[in-house]
């Protein structure tokens, strides 16, 4: 809805593609689709552990896998809107 409305993909456009892809075993294809899907996972994976299963970990962790997962998504979305630009 993005993409047809602005023009552009947003920054988390393929992550539903890129997560069933993981579940099908196309690991390539599924960072090619959105390259932050294992710091994703990971992420979500600590979240789950931490607050659903009430798992210790440090909120040093979080915020360091959250960081680099956002880092990672950033980097990812500038280097595609280059591509789709020039």
Request: aromatic fraction near 10%; glycine fraction near 6%.
């Given at each position: 809805?993005?993409?047809?409305?602005?023009?552009?993909?947003c920054?988390?456009?393929?992550?539903?593609?890129?997560?069933?892809?993981?579940?099908?075993?196309?690991?390539?294809?599924?960072?090619?689709m959105?390259?932050?899907?294992?710091?994703?996972?990971l992420f979500?994976?600590?979240?789950?552990?931490?607050?659903?299963?009430?798992?210790?970990?440090?909120?040093?962790?979080?915020?360091?896998?959250g960081?680099?997962?956002?880092?990672?998504?950033?980097?990812?979305?500038?280097l595609?809107?280059?591509?789709?630009?020039?």
């Amino acid at each position: 809805m993005n993409k047809k409305l602005f023009g552009i993909d947003c920054p988390g456009c393929g992550l539903q593609r890129s997560v069933v892809m993981v579940s099908k075993g196309e690991f390539k294809e599924a960072f090619y689709m959105f390259p932050a899907i294992y710091t994703t996972l990971l992420f979500s994976l600590a979240i789950l552990a931490h607050f659903i299963l009430k798992k210790k970990i440090t909120s040093k962790v979080l915020l360091i896998l959250g960081i680099l997962n956002v880092v990672i998504l950033i980097i990812a979305y500038v280097l595609k809107m280059n591509k789709l630009i020039n």
